[in-house]
């Protein structure tokens, strides 16, 4: 039986953990994978990280620290291509192409970063950490995280694929 | 023209993840994974103390017979395997990831390689579930090599660094190395080895792969020179 609170938790936070997971691995079935984990890994001490009083942030730190570790363990290279459950999963017909294909411009993107750098892009810009909470997240130094983020940044940016999207959303 | 802002690389991210509806099955999926460690835990527990038992009723014989045991002496190649147990190597440590290492997050590169006296590889294969160590290779002939490899190994930031770096290809995908560091006086340190990828703690480089096989090469130099080293005894 899970403890108390925990089952809530997981229905109503998972999706943005998810969205995490998958900003870092880029594969649906391995962000599912990330976040069991990660939850596994709360569950244990589900009641310390709710006195903590900040349980999302704890599962997050959880989700980085072992997609870090998977990624030292063995590396297998990432495979940017759209996963067949991932275009059905989508919904909005009409833009259904054009959907998969920023998916895969972003996926190509993150997969050049390092993972360092791609971790902390994700945390900074996409999940909108501070600079002070993302480097406590990672338990790294602020001037880490902020060498990281201009680094990623920077690749970024460089990347026309992805210039090319941000200015179509934009154009939004 | 400008750049992407941010602003804009953020909602272009944040945007191009996908929908995926949650497994009905995720909290079963979780639990299973709780009670799986809670097993390998139980397990873990029980094996070490069957070895604290058998330690100490062995340990009146072996203090019988206790004898000074010396380390391998500094500078012998020590190609051997280990024959994959699983146990803790003196040198090598651990088995990879069986027993997380603790990583300081925000370390510095390079590492602190001031009197550096000998450098050990440590490599293990993934067999079945377990990494189990294949080679040792301690080296200290041509550790200056090494030493200016470590600190002119590039970053991502150099041209010629490709995503194709972190990639492992073949037999290296079942392999976890790691450089054991041994100074005259400060303490041991260690770097993980990945693929073409140095690391260590948050840090990491590239240019493993040539690190590598120079310190094999200095190993084989060892083994085959005028005056064979010395054996470690058993």
Known sequence: ????????FVAARSPALLRTAWLLTGDTGRSEDLLQTALAATWRRWRQVVTGGN?????????????????????????????????????????????????D?????LARLSPQQRAVVVLRYVEDLSVADTADLLGCSPATVKVQAHRGLRALRADPDLSRSSAEEVGR | MTGPTDDDLARVLAAAVPRMP????????????VRRRRNLRTVGALA???????????LPRFLGSARPVSAPPIGTPSPQGTGGSGDEDPICGPEPYLTPVPTPFG??????????????LCEWRL???????????IVTAGVTDVVGMLLAAPDDEVPAYTPEAYRCTGADQQLVRRLV??????????IGLTCDVLWQSWWQRFGGRAVLDTLVGHAESSLSGPSPPSRPTS
């Not at chain 1, 039986?1 to 809530?8: C, L, Q, Y």
């Not at chain 1, 411009?105 to 993107?109: E, I, P, S």
């Open chain 1, 55 to 103: 349980p999302e942030a704890y599962v997050r730190r959880a989700i980085v620290t072992a997609y870090l570790s998977w990624w030292r363990r063995r590396w297998r290279g990432e495979v940017p291509a759209a996963s067949p459950g991932e275009a059905a999963a989508t919904t909005g017909a009409g833009d259904l192409a054009t959907e998969v294909a920023v998916r």
């Open chain 1, 105 to 109: 411009t972003v996926r190509r993107a």
């Open chain 2, 127 to 137: 067999e079945g579930e377990r990494y189990a160590l294949q080679r040792r290779l």
């Open chain 2, 22 to 33: 949650a497994p009905p099955d995720r909290m079963e999926r979780v639990g299973a994974l």
């Open chain 2, 107 to 120: 370390g510095p590169w390079p590492p602190r390689l001031a009197g550096l006296m000998r450098v050990t």
């Open chain 2, 48 to 58: 070490v103390l069957v070895l604290t038992v058998l330690a100490v009723s062995a």
């Open chain 2, 181 to 190: 560091l041994d100074f005259d006086e400060a303490p041991r340190e260690w």
């Open chain 1, 1 to 8: 039986m899970p403890p108390d609170g925990f089952a809530e």
